[in-house]
């Protein structure tokens, strides 16, 4: 069963989420606030498996919300469910490590599949959201990012699938320094430090993929 707890601020908006969702086999509704302070304190009483959140909203908005409920529980799954639809918007969500981003104008769908995502830790964007995105890499790869070689891709992806370095150096037949100096060198690459920033910066420029099924 998945707990979710909803926060959005219009009232209409809240009202329809939380019926809909809750209606939902397979879904449970915890509960719903109109800042995200109210999700933060219900989740230290009791764990929900996903929070839903609009990003614009007062009390500190949506994202200081991110901020503070991945701090208490990094593995919670959050999904923003947002009016907004802006690169900005979207790749400070994807840094800060969402697990799905939904604008409102897409099919109810796409929310529940990003909420059945985020519940096992994996990454889902709507089709709306994912164009954006594609639009957003076109930039940035003209600009500064050259692409990794095979071993480095196939490196990176290990990495995003959640391989340690010595399983990653067995399946390549390589030693642990070799696979080390290949993650540094990605690092450096992407203008990072540690492997799950490296993650993020890989899905945000498309070298891993976004969906259910993890990069």
């Known amino acids: 069963m998945v707990s979710i707890w909803v ?22 509704l915890a509960g719903s606030s109109d800042t995200w302070r109210p999700a933060l304190e219900a989740y230290r009483r009791e764990r929900f ?20 409920l991945r701090r208490e529980d990094p593995a919670l799954g959050i999904v923003v469910c ?24 897409d099919e109810l769908w796409e929310l529940e599949a990003s909420i059945r995502c985020a519940a096992e ?7 709306s959201v994912g164009r954006l995105l ?6 940035r790869r ?5 692409p ?9 992806r290990r990495i995003c699938a959640g391989e340690s370095l010595p399983e990653i150096a067995f399946a390549r037949g390589l030693e642990k320094r070799e696979i080390a ?5 990605l690092q450096a690459r992407f203008g990072v430090t540690g492997q799950v920033e490296l993650r993020r910066a890989a899905i945000e420029v498309g070298l891993v993929g976004i969906d259910c099924g993890g990069g």
Do not use: I, W
């Not at 947002?82 to 104008?105: C, D, I, N, Q, T």
């Open 49 to 68: 498996s996903c929070l839903v959140m609009e990003l614009a909203q007062r009390d500190g908005g949506g994202m200081a919300g991110v901020f503070a």
């Open 7 to 28: 926060v959005e601020e219009q009232t209409t908006m809240r009202q329809m989420l939380t019926s809909h969702l809750g209606g939902l086999a397979g879904f449970k």
């Open 121 to 127: 830790g994996a990454m889902h964007l709507s089709g």
């Open 148 to 156: 990794p070689d095979d071993v480095e891709l196939d490196v990176l």
């Open 134 to 139: 594609t639009r957003m890499l076109g930039v």
């Open 181 to 185: 100096l290949f993650v540094r060198r």
């Open 142 to 146: 003209k600009r500064n990012l050259r």
């Open 82 to 105: 947002s009016e907004a639809l802006y690169p900005e918007g979207l790749r400070a969500a994807l840094r800060a490590g969402v697990h799905g981003y939904v604008h409102k104008a």
